[in-house]
């Protein structure tokens, strides 16, 4: 029973330590926002793998995740926080993609 627990723990600990490094480098504050069509929204969300989902809030949170994940791992690999914020894509006012764009490092 202990090991279940202390495996449970260690556990909690890295996803703890995880989520926060991740986190740290979002600056939520420079997002921006753009209005486009349906089939612009649809076309780049295809480019991103995302096919078989239907556009909307779910979507937004799918594309943010994924990159979010995605800068988790090159963060660990460089050992190094990045600076990064979002384009939001909305089609009539609702948010459907979130497209972190990517900017050269000097």
Known sequence: MKKVGFLLLSLLLVLVI???????????????????????ARYIADLMGLQKYELGEETAKLSFEMQENLIAKIEKILKTEIDHYYIWLTVNGETVLGIDPPHPMF
Do not use: C, F, I, Q
Request: zero cysteines; charged letters at 35%.
């Open 18 to 40: 995880n989520v926060k490094s991740s986190e740290a480098a979002y600056l939520s504050e420079y997002d921006k926002y753009v209005e486009v069509s349906y089939e612009e």
